[in-house]
């Protein structure tokens, strides 16, 4: 499968901050990423599908202004949490599929504290 | 009720074997996923079943499919201590999978 790189793999950052979080494929070229958000003792959701050259696609409940996507390359996808709240802490992770079923391939996630 | 469901603990011997069960509720689920994740990693695939398919073993896993119970389980034998890990089962019918909220197994000596 795809190999992908994720990071910073922490970030401590202060309320009203912005943190930008890279996530690159390093051997695939990717026309789609998808950013997760993880919470506690529950599963991945889903945020937003990244894709290359044009806009991202928000699932609902996601704050479009507040959760930046940018897809600029086919290599490199960014999510940038603006001013970030305490409630933003989490765990965010990017995948790439590589398009044949063959599952995904995952970052190894940033764990974002905002204090 | 959620889309995929497992329950959230397994607490196992070493050297069992160690059994994750899956529910979903999406009969047109075309694949079904078993992910593992370690402590502060991100997500990485062990395997990965089409629906058409009953069985599929791997080494030391086994993935059963009761596709008319729309039932997933994942067998590891011989358990190690390196294979405590949340494990996430995961179906999809379109290009993006759906999660369970996944399994904590441990793994005691």
């Known amino acids: 499968g795809a190999v992908v790189s994720q990071h910073p793999s922490r970030v401590i950052c202060k309320s009203g901050t912005s943190v930008k979080i890279e996530c690159r494929s390093l051997?695939?070229?990717?026309?789609?990423m998808f950013w997760y958000r993880q919470f506690p003792k529950q599963s991945l959701m889903l945020m937003a599908t990244?894709?290359?050259?044009?806009?991202?696609?928000?699932e609902q409940g996601v704050e479009k202004d507040k959760f930046l996507i940018n897809h600029a390359s086919l290599t490199l996808s960014t999510l940038t949490v603006t001013s970030a709240h305490p409630e933003d802490s989490s765990f965010y992770i990017c995948?790439?599929?590589?398009?044949?079923?063959?599952?995904?391939?995952f970052g190894s996630g940033t764990r974002l504290t905002v204090v | 009720g959620e889309d995929v469901e497992q329950s959230l603990f397994l607490s196992v011997r070493e050297g069992d074997s160690s059994v994750i069960n899956c529910t979903y509720t999406?009969?047109?689920?075309?694949?079904l996923y078993w992910y593992k994740q370690e402590p502060g990693a991100g997500l990485q695939l062990l395997t990965y079943?089409?629906?058409?398919?009953d069985m599929k073993q791997d080494q030391r896993l086994t993935v059963l499919l009761n596709k008319k119970d729309k039932h997933l389980s994942l067998r590891i034998a011989d358990t190690q201590t390196g294979d405590s890990a949340i494990y996430f089962c995961?179906?999809?019918?379109?290009?993006?999978?759906?999660f369970g909220r996944g399994t904590s197994l441990i793994v005691h000596p």
């Open positions: 995948s790439v599929s590589q398009g044949d079923h063959s599952g995904y391939t």
């Open positions: 051997d695939f070229q990717a026309t789609t």
């Open positions: 990244s894709n290359e050259g044009s806009k991202a696609t928000y």
């Open positions: 999406d009969s047109s689920s075309t694949y």
């Open positions: 079943i089409f629906s058409n398919m």
């Open positions: 995961a179906e999809s019918k379109t290009d993006i999978p759906t």
